[in-house]
């Protein structure tokens, strides 16, 4: 079975760090882009994060501009998000996605079509 797993959620203090892993179980995602999304309760899945198949390119949403990092190993299945300054409003369960597309322009979950089950981020004031 294809699954993807993610790791590295807690909870932390405004200002603090966490550093969010993405484990595939194939070599297929070596081809996809990989993207990051994030859902707090009552509220629509949202994009975080995209990074190209290749790695060279990655796409942010404007909450995540100038502290998020995403990024991804040569050749292996494993994608990161580096996050920092983290604030209460980024307080969610966040998924790692897989997308058939190559490139950044996925910036809508309707484009992935493997998810993982999840790990809780959570930011006290």
């Known amino acids: 079975q294809v699954r993807l797993v993610e790791s590295g959620g807690g909870s932390v203090q405004a200002g603090g760090s966490l550093r969010l892993s993405c484990a595939a179980s194939?070599?297929?995602?070596?081809?996809?882009?990989m993207g990051w999304f994030r859902q707090a309760p009552g509220k629509e899945r949202e994009f975080v994060a995209v990074i190209s198949w290749d790695g060279v390119n990655q796409n942010y949403a404007e909450p995540a501009k100038g502290r998020f990092a995403i990024s991804r190993t040569s050749g292996e299945s494993t994608v990161y998000l580096q996050m920092i300054n983290l604030k209460p409003e980024d307080t969610a369960v966040y998924y790692c996605?897989?997308?058939?597309?190559?490139?950044?322009?996925?910036?809508?979950?309707?484009?992935?079509?493997?998810w993982g089950q999840g790990t809780q981020v959570t930011v006290s004031s």
């Open positions: 194939e070599r297929i995602f070596d081809s996809y882009a």
């Open positions: 996605a897989a997308s058939t597309f190559t490139g950044t322009a996925a910036t809508s979950k309707g484009y992935y079509g493997y």
